[in-house]
Antibody
Framework: QVQLVESGGGGVQPGGSLRLSCVGS????????MHWVRQAPGKGLEWVAF????????YYGESVKGRFIISRDNSKNTLFLQVSSLRVEDTAVYYC?????WGQGTLVTVSS | AIQMTQSPSSLSASVGDRVTITCRAS??????LGWYQQKPGKAPKLLIY???SLQSGVPSRFSGSGSGTDFTLTISSLQPEDFATYYC?????????FGQGTKVEFK
């Protein structure tokens, strides 16, 4: 069955960086575009970024453009999100997703 | 970016009630809209996509309608397991955008 497992979250100070990962299994990872979506504590869902199946097409939400970079390694069935210049308001659970399937998320906490 | 206006933000209902949630897009999005259910501490679950197509395994009491700018999610007879937060999501154009969410609470 399709599984998406995120990792790499944690606590970081404002201005810091993290690299989030998402490993996909149970499907042909290299055939699917992938997304990152986040949810701040007690808030709604916010779409963050998309990368096409081959890594060529990338799109970002306005609030993260220029600070976050989405990438993938199809040889390792892994999706990445490099999050930089972090702000307190970036505190959220970060989910990776493909059409119809979501991981369980990894928590990023930005605090001084 | 396309704005998705979802209403109501919350509602109180009883088991057996008919519940309707709406999403309005700031521009036409054809039928490129999905409805998600999220329970506390869990990842969202896709119920309907596009607009009116029920996903496999989703109970038939859920239905979706609409195209263009106005969309509706209906739960025909609310069940205890349906108390959750519901979101719409447009994937017509990037950046994708969610509605603000509707929390369905027990009356």
């Amino acid at each position: 069955q399709v599984q998406l497992v995120e990792s790499g979250g944690g606590g970081v100070q404002p201005g810091g960086s993290l690299r989030l990962s998402c490993v996909g299994s149970g499907f042909n990872f290299s055939y699917f575009g992938m997304h990152w979506v986040r949810q701040a504590p007690g808030k709604g869902l916010e779409w963050v970024a998309f990368i096409g199946y081959d890594g060529r097409n990338k799109y970002y939400g306005e609030s993260v453009k220029g600070r976050f970079i989405i990438s993938r390694d199809n040889s390792k069935n892994t999706l990445f999100l490099q999050v930089s210049s972090l702000r307190v308001e970036d505190t959220a659970v970060y989910y990776c997703a493909r059409e119809g399937y979501w991981g369980q998320g990894t928590l990023v906490t930005v605090s001084s | 970016a396309i704005q998705m206006t979802q209403s109501p933000s919350s509602l109180s209902a009883s088991v057996g009630d008919r519940v309707t949630i709406t999403c309005r897009a700031s521009q036409g999005i054809r039928n490129d809209l999905g409805w998600y259910q999220q329970k506390p501490g869990k990842a969202p679950k896709l119920l309907i996509y596009p607009a009116s197509s029920l996903q496999s395994g989703v109970p038939s009491r859920f239905s979706g309608s609409g195209s263009g700018t106005d969309f509706t999610l209906t739960i025909s007879s609310l069940q205890p397991e349906d108390f959750a937060t519901y979101y719409c999501l447009q994937d017509y154009d990037y950046p994708w955008t969610f509605g603000q969410g509707t929390k369905v609470e027990f009356k």
